[in-house]
């Protein structure tokens, strides 16, 4: 079959983005001169959240899960000599959406590119926040308005600009099943609709323009043929709820449009080098069928479960993508799985099921009040408890894992501390200095930006009314305003919100089985809680910095409650200072800190030395996360207890080592394991 013949293959991207503006600048040249066809930025936590790289919270997180930025000056360094106009740009950024898309507007203007014909996506998400990333800043409502307006703005102003993308990424992350990733995105996809329609913004003939600019962006994993199905079903449902609840009668609009990054939850830390396989499975789930193939498709690299890949790691994933589009012949037949009577019957299955979700969504009143009455946590939290006791009872398999653990050396991770990315801990004092001489010099030339106390007071105007914030953001852009100035501006309007953590309502996830794994533990928490006088165990579970991931703490805490322990756990985004305070009004018998986002090496230790100055030394600490073994070795002779790291699988087995811990710190005999 002739080249010409052949289906255009999808976009190529690698999430990308670290350090500093000009490092990242200079790894997208790289990257697009290597053959990738559209730009992916990843931005660190503080810009996600809103905070200035100077702010008390941005401690360690700097330039670490992305770049920062902090205002429009590294905007324009980031796209340095890239011309905007005839870029593809993806931009993984919620809660700050709306600001980042300012700037980035803002500096192709700058570059003379005519606004109409920019291109890309903005995630712009808010639900999954409050579910799995816990990159929110805003309550529900105010957040939901800040996606219409850019919605709407985009519409109007920006075309062929996708303003949102409804991301169930996060959701399979966080444990959700393929009904429930579908189910919640619909469902968000649903409640962001009735309020874009419900502003007034969008007039009835230009309905199908607005939903003709929404895309997904979607999780694939391991069981590649059921998350196939999912593809299929996900298409047809959209397809009759824009028809039937929108009215939207061109199916051209009505098309599910979605990009993907596979599947970095099954990704293991034991055996890395099958990740290889386990990502070509995921990627094949949503390029084989025709009529359900990805728009664009980024995949992690091998070693992720180990630390930030490096650019040869990335460049392997997309040498991965290449290999499949032009050499084999996938490209060139209609869809492969018409007429399947098992695919079909898969598919009408999670169909089925899922509107059934949706309608029960509905009935509560929506997404968003589904998040803030805790449903859609607590089922993510009890989905996710059920697959980790799963794998940890041999049920669900994982190669290298807790099966066919035997392994020969490892070439590949020989040396550990090579085989990944290190940020420069001195990043972090070149970005805040640098952030220092913008706010002092942003009026002076060359730049002679207006003062920006005056765009900002304009923005707090424009949020008290109804009126679109979009205007007030690009003014606010133009004037030199820094991320943590606008985000602030909207807070002291706004308000912030902790969402629920779903723990408390999350079922049994293990039972104490006489003869168990669990059971065993119980019985040594009952005991050292007695030697001990206190009525029960209590094991604060402390999420230090900005990293939102919170997965791995709610499982943790979950087990240690059906332990026996009394679990205090307050969700994300605290300071070492409020969780320290927590530990003595508390008066726990250990602390456990579960960071993912490599701030590990400055919050973990800040922890340990305020125990020490407030008298409290003797509470163990434990820490849990992506952490590699050199920076395991240091946390461990800084005085951690414990480090677990996603090799150690058995929660249970974890739960009970924390219990030693507490029996080692209080100079308890270690009891006796039954024979």
Not at 155 to 160: A, D, E, L, Q, T
Request: aromatic share 6%; charged share 25%; with cysteine.
């Amino acid at each position: 079959m002739s080249e010409r013949q052949k289906d255009r293959p999808w976009l190529m991207r690698t999430y990308a983005g670290h350090s500093t503006a000009e490092a990242s600048n200079e790894l997208y040249r790289r990257n697009l001169a290597k053959g990738q066809t559209g730009l992916s930025v990843a931005f660190d936590l503080p810009t996600q959240t809103g905070y200035d790289s100077d702010h008390i919270l941005a401690r360690g997180e700097v330039g670490r899960v992305g770049v920062p930025v902090a205002h429009l000056g590294d905007m324009r360094r980031l796209f340095q000599d890239i011309p905007l106009e005839q870029m593809n740009t993806s931009m993984t950024i919620n809660a700050t959406a709306m600001w980042l898309l300012a700037l980035y507007q803002v500096v192709a203007e700058e570059q003379g590119a005519d606004v109409t014909k920019l291109q890309g996506t903005t995630q712009n998400d808010i639900v999954k926040e409050y579910l799995s990333r816990g990159t929110h800043v805003f309550p529900p409502g105010p957040s939901l308005r800040l996606t219409t307006d850019m919605i709407c703005y985009t519409v109007n102003h920006i075309p062929k600009w996708n303003p949102i993308n409804i991301c169930s990424y996060h959701l399979q992350e966080a444990g959700a099943t393929p009904v429930q990733e579908i189910a919640y995105a619909m469902s968000t996809a649903i409640a962001v609709l009735d309020a874009v329609f419900a502003s007034g913004q969008i007039p009835e003939d230009r309905k199908g323009d607005v939903v003709a600019r929404i895309s997904f962006f979607v999780n694939a994993g391991v069981r590649f043929v059921e998350e196939m199905c999912k593809m299929r079903a996900f298409g047809r449902i959209w397809d009759q709820i824009t028809r039937d609840r929108y009215g939207i009668a061109d199916a051209k609009q009505r098309r599910f449009r979605y990009g993907v990054q596979v599947n970095s939850l099954g990704l293991t830390e034991a055996q890395p080098e099958n990740n290889v396989q386990r990502i070509v499975l995921e990627m094949l789930a949503v390029t084989l069928s025709k009529d359900a193939r990805a728009r664009a498709v980024q995949l992690p690299a091998w070693n992720e479960a180990l630390g930030l890949p490096r650019p040869w790691d990335q460049q392997w994933s997309l040498r991965i993508q290449q290999v499949l589009a032009h050499e084999s012949d996938l490209l060139e037949y209609e869809d492969i799985f018409a007429g399947s009577h098992v695919i079909e019957a898969k598919v009408a299955q999670l169909v089925e099921d899922s509107l059934a979700e949706i309608d029960r969504i509905q009935e509560m009143g929506g997404a968003m009040a589904a998040v803030e009455s805790g449903y859609l946590k607590s089922q993510l939290v009890s989905s996710h408890a059920e697959r980790r006791a799963r794998i940890e009872s041999g049920q669900e398999k994982i190669v290298g894992v807790n099966i066919f653990e035997t392994t020969e050396p490892n070439p590949l991770t020989a040396d550990l501390d090579t085989a990944i990315q290190t940020v420069d801990p001195a990043v972090e004092a070149r970005v805040v200095e640098s952030l220092g001489q913008w706010r002092d010099t942003r009026y002076q030339p060359p730049f002679n930006h207006p003062r920006p106390c005056k765009a900002l007071e304009r923005l707090k105007e424009a949020a008290k009314g109804t009126g679109n914030l979009m205007e007030a953001t690009l003014e606010c852009a133009r004037a030199g305003v820094t991320t943590g100035e606008w985000a602030g501006a909207l807070r002291e309007v706004f308000g912030e919100f902790r969402a629920p953590t779903g723990v408390s309502s999350a079922p049994v996830a293990v039972p104490a089985e006489a003869g168990s794994p669990m059971a065993e533990v119980r019985r040594k928490v009952d005991a050292t809680a007695r030697e001990l006088g206190s009525g029960k165990l209590r094991f604060l579970v402390g999420k230090p910095g900005l990293d939102g991931h919170s997965n791995g703490a709610e499982q943790i805490a979950v087990r240690a409650r059906d332990a026996g322990f009394e679990v205090v756990y307050q969700g994300i985004r605290l300071t070492p200072e409020q969780i320290v305070d927590a530990a003595l009004a508390e008066d726990v018998h250990a602390v456990g800190l579960s960071i993912l986002s490599g701030s590990h090496a400055q919050l973990v230790p800040d922890v340990l030395e305020r125990l020490r100055e407030a008298g409290a030394a003797d509470i163990p600490v434990i820490a849990g996360g992506i952490i590699p073994n050199a920076d395991a070795e240091q946390l461990r002779a800084a005085g951690v207890a414990a480090v677990f790291t996603p090799k150690d699988f058995d929660i249970t087995g974890i739960i009970g080592r924390i219990v030693d811990e507490i029996r080692k710190a209080n100079k308890l005999d270690p009891l006796e394991v039954p024979a």
